[in-house]
């Protein structure tokens, strides 16, 4: 038996099997070269995916209508306040003047000797309003708060906590003066009508001596009393823009000119200073610049992954791919083809400055697109955007999906979306007595709670603003964002839902003051916007009104006016708009997922192949193995009887002769 090929032979029979297999592994060599081909092109459409994702996210910038009517706001002085504008604010200059700013009300008790020192136990209850000619009116739009201080924490420090914890629209803090420690009580809001009413309740029984909790009582009305001492008014702030005065509650003004926030920082009383509204062009110069540069990017990466080198006849590993050509062709066209825009003019990216060049980019001219900015009688917000232009102010566009078809849509309006309502049959009773007539139960737009009244006796108004007060601070209420508005005439109570449609409700379903606030009220639950576009039936909801057929996914607000006809709606999608869903399109569709799918298919089977391919040159291998091995063999054999005859031969008589 031999223990290595070709020992016997003198044949290199492992040299000879290894060039045989070398020949046999050709195949696999094939395979090897047909997977490096597939995973480059793997790479390469997962290449593409991105730089489409790139280019997609690029037009999140154009496609917010909000972008082309932005305004910008600058103060001469830029010490005196912070300033910004929205959309709805109106280019042009005003003059400023701030007298003075608003304040928050300051009370201070009592020197005590201690932070430690006991003061008292029972209720505190801190109402917020306007001290007036003697009066106290409620402000409806802050609720009363109630905090319980009991014998653990009715110490000057104790009490100071407990209030800070309340989180009741007030903070408490303790100064020493030198000669003992004063609570300083600090209305959270500025404003004359965030001045503090603080009611107590002592343990003492004695709800307004100078002695236990009631030491901190205050009620600077006619009759009142004032155990805590003001050390700073409420005040409004006060200025004046373009000789008109104007007094606000906040520093934070929202409402004197429409649009314009302007968050005071001190005065300038006896001069003014210029505010300057004007257009934001700068940041559409700067997406449509963003924009110019994330299709050259996108452009350049197809055109590497899909050129062919006429010069060293090279191609690259998509040329000729027919998912690149078809994505290029169509992002081209959706470039290049005029809009039929809701503004009408302009209608192609050329007229803002944006055109194709020779070698297939686009070229950005900013001169050019800023003089179509400058000209107000042009507006490309509908060049880029999904927009719809309305004829009726009370009708106003929201939005629009993907599906709404380009188009002009006459509105009918059947039925103005209402608020729900509870009104009062019978004149309220202006007394409230504790226990007797001061709870109300209610459900307002499915939320329902309770609320208990302060006792005391009121007109109508400020019982009006007494129960709006105390439902909008119920926290089951304001954490659901549901807010009332209570109003009174000839003596009878009406609650209304600030929400619109059928989901607004007001439900008086219970309390020991229901009989004597509202008698037997009558409710009147919301209902939701109805109407039609183009004669198709639209779905309301509240005051929203959204299309179906042609105008699919368009959503229109209508707050108000008749029923009937209410003019047109001129809406189309824009560049950025038709772009973005095509690019979703090809993202979402599969177009090149279903690509990447067939390639990774490809490489499976290339697997297999290769599997099957490597299990059969094993066999071959064997094969030819065991046959140079019986060669190498039958060689042996015959060398060594060729060797014994010569021996034999030589021993013949006569052989050596």
Do not use: C
Request: glycine share 8%; aromatic share 4%; net charge negative.
């Amino acid at each position: 038996m031999l223990s290595s090929p070709g020992i016997g032979s003198g044949l290199d029979v492992n040299g000879i099997v290894s060039q045989l297999m070398t020949l046999e592994r050709r195949p696999l060599t094939s395979l090897d070269s047909k997977e490096a081909k597939q995973q480059a092109q793997l790479t390469a459409f997962g290449s593409l995916k991105g730089a489409l994702s790139s280019f997609q996210n690029s037009l999140a910038a154009l496609t917010s209508p909000a972008k082309y009517t932005a305004i910008t706001a600058s103060l001469g002085d830029t010490t005196l306040a912070n300033v910004n504008a929205t959309s709805a604010a109106v280019t042009g200059s005003h003059s400023v003047e701030i007298q003075t700013l608003a304040q928050s009300q300051k009370l201070k008790s009592a020197n005590f000797t201690t932070t430690s020192t006991t003061i008292g136990s029972g209720t505190i209850t801190i109402q917020f309003g306007t001290y007036s000619g003697g009066t106290f009116t409620l402000n409806p739009d802050k609720a009363a708060q109630s905090i319980t201080i009991s014998s653990n924490n009715s110490s000057l420090a104790g009490i100071r906590d407990a209030i800070n914890l309340a989180n009741a629209g007030v903070t408490a803090s303790i100064v020493n003066d030198g000669t003992g420690n004063r609570l300083v009580i600090t209305s959270s809001d500025t404003g004359l009508s965030n001045a503090l009413k603080i009611t107590i309740t002592d343990a003492d029984s004695n709800h307004i001596d100078n002695s236990g909790l009631s030491q901190l009582a205050y009620d600077a009305s006619t009759g009142g009393t004032t155990n805590l001492t003001e050390t700073v008014a409420a005040s409004n702030a006060t200025l004046v823009i373009d000789g008109i005065p104007i007094s606000k509650a906040s520093n934070k003004i929202t409402d004197a000119l429409e649009g314009v926030t302007l968050d005071l920082l001190k005065t300038n009383s006896g001069s003014t200073t210029t505010l300057n509204l004007s257009r934001d062009t700068a940041s559409i110069q700067g997406a449509v610049s963003s924009f110019v540069k994330a299709f050259n990017d996108l452009n350049k990466t197809i055109i590497d992954l899909s050129k062919y080198d006429a010069t060293t006849r090279q191609a690259s590993i998509l040329t000729g791919d027919s998912t690149v050509r078809s994505i290029q062709t169509k992002i081209r066209s959706a470039i290049s083809d005029p809009l039929a825009t809701a503004s009408g003019d302009p209608s192609t990216l050329s007229e803002i400055g944006v055109s194709f060049q020779t070698d297939g980019t686009l070229k950005f001219d900013s001169t050019k697109l800023a003089s179509v900015l400058n000209d107000p009688a042009k507006d490309i917000s509908a060049l880029f955007a999904s927009i719809g232009k309305t004829t009726d102010n009370q009708v106003s566009f929201v939005s629009a999906s993907p599906e709404t078809v380009d188009g002009k849509y006459s509105l009918n309006i059947s039925q103005i979306a209402t608020q729900g309502t509870a009104v009062g049959n019978t004149s309220a009773a202006l007394t409230i007595n504790s226990g007797i007539n001061d709870t109300l139960d209610l459900t307002i737009d499915g939320v329902s709670a309770s609320i208990t009244l302060t006792a005391g006796t009121y007109t109508a108004t400020s019982l009006a603003a007494e129960i709006q007060s105390k439902i909008n601070g119920e926290p089951t209420i304001s954490s659901a964002g549901i807010k009332v508005t209570v109003s009174e005439a000839a003596g009878k109570l009406t609650i209304t839902s600030n929400q619109y449609g059928s989901a607004s409700t007001v439900s008086i379903t219970g309390g020991n003051g229901k009989l004597d606030l509202f008698g037997t009220p009558v409710e009147t639950s919301g209902v939701d916007v109805a109407g039609s576009m183009n004669g198709v039936t639209a779905t309301g909801s509240g005051q929203t009104l959204t299309g179906a057929a042609d105008s699919s996914g368009l959503v229109l607000k209508i707050t108000g006016g008749s029923t009937g006809a209410r003019g047109d709606i001129d809406f189309a999608h824009g560049f950025a708009a038709k772009l973005d869903q095509l690019l979703e399109e090809i993202l979402d569709d599969r177009l090149i997922d279903s690509r990447i799918d067939g390639i990774n298919s490809s490489i499976k089977d290339i697997d297999a192949q290769r599997e099957t391919l490597n299990r059969r040159l094993v066999d071959v291998e064997r094969r030819i193995r065991a046959q140079f091995t019986a060669l190498d063999s039958m060689i042996a054999g015959m060398t060594q009887t060729s060797n014994f005859l010569q021996q034999q031969l030589s021993r013949l008589p006569g052989t050596n002769n």
